[in-house]
């Protein structure tokens, strides 16, 4: 007799905040591989805040769910049937796969993951795509060069996190902006970031970006958005290099949030401000895997994931992203591997 | 007995819209050179939209004027004292120099101008400034290729209407915003522009690019700002690029001007924003030089001045800019050439 398979559909699409509505659990018998694929059972899940986006009904980069679609997002887990050659019963692999206990995914898209460089959650954030986010979007479109001041919003998040130890291996001062002492304790204690603010209990970012980056700011990598970009904006220094990767602030709005009109400051600084998708960097990924992998090792890449338990509490997981409920990677623990 | 010469002094801050009380005109003699400077007699004087950052206390790109200062600005004219070998009395030059009758300046800050090659004021335009600005803004952080899109606001101004002819010349589909059917009738009928918007008697701009830019928008040359780009951003394709040469909508706001928030709408098209300043290319100016006067020379580069009469005029012409009373390059008639 095959296991149940309990799996995530999207129930609802969300007005403003989504909530427990736009999620569905149903249970089903364990899905049969096809030929080339592989049956994985899932140790870990990613939510990230990108999946937003594909609750809404307009055409984006990723493409939007429709009601009645499983969910899907990054896995990390065991192979427990194989189709294809390339890969064996109990080998670990990573892809994209769905919010459920196991996951047909195709042999040719998913990668393997060897639990003994790293544990397996890692594969979801600092080796995974959070980190090839924060390599890329760092260095080709922030471009730091030593002895710049690289400012991070959402600093204490799965890309923020590895986006300011990349800039201080680089040789540049960092100071991320995060929304709890814990968090920027964290930065600054563990990761060696120069300064941290937490934007909750700081009213005025302006005056405390005077302090903490005196000479103001080279490059800016933007996961936020809202009041903390707004004062970012404004100490821009010549040349200045802003990545647009996330803007979470104003993911949940449903209209055209207003602000304050920053191209007028793009001119004297002559600042460059681009977006930011990592898959266009899709054939570099091998470069970024490996020497992520390599900091990572050394011990100059630190990493931490915020584990939620059961496949039962994904929706919660999902949801705290943008109460801020993580430090570094968000993942939810669906099984316990076997290894 | 030395001729007098009027100059034109900065009298007062603007608080919102200059008017004509931000100006003054005193009467003195006529300059006397030092050594390794000229005496220039102005025929043309250039009043441009950046002069109205100058006019506050500041600092940006360009200088701030003190109240009490005289009035800078590009001008064309003629030596009627040298001491500098470089040039003779009767000579052409351009360069900075004031607002006045007579403009003393270092002989090593003017270039040549040759009136055979083409009118005097059009050194103020497209063989100058403005010009050098379309070309870089265009090539350099455009990037246009063949096939693209460009959008242009201010397109019928000194800098758009070279930058969208360039485009033009690069088998791109030009799209200009302008204000007034003259202008825009001006674009599409002698400048080849295929499309070209009032935005003073189109209610809906993003419906008229719909028309006017159906396979959305590669390239923005942006000299405006306020709603025109709000609607162009919504339009941006994959990979575009926005040049921020000027925002004369904002020039005279008081406080930072809010709008549309602009950076999530970066993400889903990677697109890449950039400020741009003509002096950045100084070392290139030579070779934007010859491609425009050589453009100019063959017939493939149209331009046009409007041109007030008389240096006690100056200010209303510089005014004039923020009303959009201009069709191509603005400037000041102060003195008959001689020759």
């Known amino acids: 007799m095959r296991d149940t398979n309990r799996t995530w559909y999207f129930a609802e699409r969300p007005t403003g905040e989504p909530d427990a509505d736009c999620f569905d ?14 049956v994985v059972r899932v140790n870990y899940l990613s939510v990230d805040p990108y999946m937003r986006g594909r609750m809404r009904d307009t055409e984006s980069y990723a493409e939007p769910w429709d009601v009645g679609d499983v969910l899907k997002g990054g896995v990390v887990g065991e192979v427990v049937e194989s189709e294809s050659e390339q890969y064996d ?46 390599y890329f979007g760092l260095l080709d479109v922030g471009e730091p060069t030593p002895g710049d001041t690289v400012v991070v919003s959402g600093a204490a998040g799965a890309v923020g996190s590895v986006v300011g130890q990349i800039a201080k291996l680089n040789g540049c001062r960092v100071v991320g902006f995060a929304g709890s002492d814990e968090k920027t304790d964290w930065l600054t204690d563990d990761l060696g970031f120069d300064a941290a603010i937490n934007y909750k209990t700081t009213d005025d970012y302006r005056a405390a970006l005077d302090e903490a980056a005196p000479d103001g700011v080279d490059v800016y990598f933007d996961n936020v958005g809202g009041p903390i970009t707004d004062a970012v904006f404004t100490k821009l220094n010549l040349d200045a290099r802003v990545a647009v990767c996330g803007q979470i602030a104003h993911y949940n709005d449903e209209e055209v ?14 600042a460059k401000v681009q977006g930011l998708l990592v898959g266009d960097y899709a054939t570099r990924f091998g470069e970024a895997s490996e020497r992520l992998a390599t900091w990572v090792a050394r011990g100059d890449l630190e990493h931490r994931e915020t584990v939620v338990e059961g496949l039962e509490n994904a929706p919660d997981a999902f949801l705290g992203l943008f109460a801020g409920d993580n430090i570094g990677k968000q993942v939810v623990r669906v099984s316990t591997p076997s290894a």
């Not at 659990?25 to 592989?38: A, H, I, M, S, V």
């Not at 949030?257 to 002559?270: C, D, E, S, T, V």
Request: proline share 15%; aromatic share 6%.
């Open 89 to 134: 019963v109990g080998d670990f692999v990573t892809g994209e796969g769905t919010w459920a206990d196991y996951s047909v995914m195709d042999a040719d898209d998913v990668a393997p993951v060897d639990p003994t460089v790293a544990d397996l959650p890692a594969y979801l954030g600092v080796l995974g795509m959070p980190g090839r986010t924060a």
């Open 257 to 270: 949030p207003m602000g304050p009109r920053k191209l007028p400051m793009l001119i004297a600084p002559r």
């Open 25 to 38: 659990l149903r249970e089903t018998d364990r899905p049969e591989p096809n030929p080339g694929e592989l």
